[in-house]
């Protein structure tokens, strides 16, 4: 398999750009010349049973524990280190940020 990438969503809801980066990922993942995984902001989306089982899934945890916030304020990056535990898992060439993502709360 050639190039990895890894694709960031918000959730993938049946929302217009989550749609639509869905359609893509759908058919870019069926050419089978690129490995695709996603990372997800939001556990919950109404389209992520539809994702393939060969596709890996990830999620960033923005739920803090006491001990992510005491490291936080002692100047550790809690997202960096999860992303960085996320690439070196799966090992993408590029990243796909869709920039309309937002979470809610």
């Not at 929302?15 to 993942?29: A, M, P, V």
């Not at 989306?45 to 006491?66: A, N, Q």
């Not at 590029?94 to 979470?103: C, D, G, V």
């Amino acid at each position: 398999m050639g190039k990895r990438v890894l694709f960031f969503l918000n959730n993938l809801n049946r929302t217009g750009s989550e749609t639509l980066l869905f359609n893509f990922i759908q058919e870019l993942h069926k050419t089978q010349k690129i490995s695709i995984g996603i990372v997800l902001m939001e556990k919950g989306g109404e389209l992520v049973p539809e994702i393939p089982s060969t596709i890996p899934v990830f999620y960033l945890d923005f739920h803090f524990k006491w001990l992510d916030k005491i490291a936080f304020h002692l100047g550790k990056d809690i997202i960096g280190q999860q992303l960085e535990k996320i690439q070196k898992q799966f090992k993408a060439d590029s990243w796909y940020l869709n920039t309309i993502a937002h979470r809610s709360e």
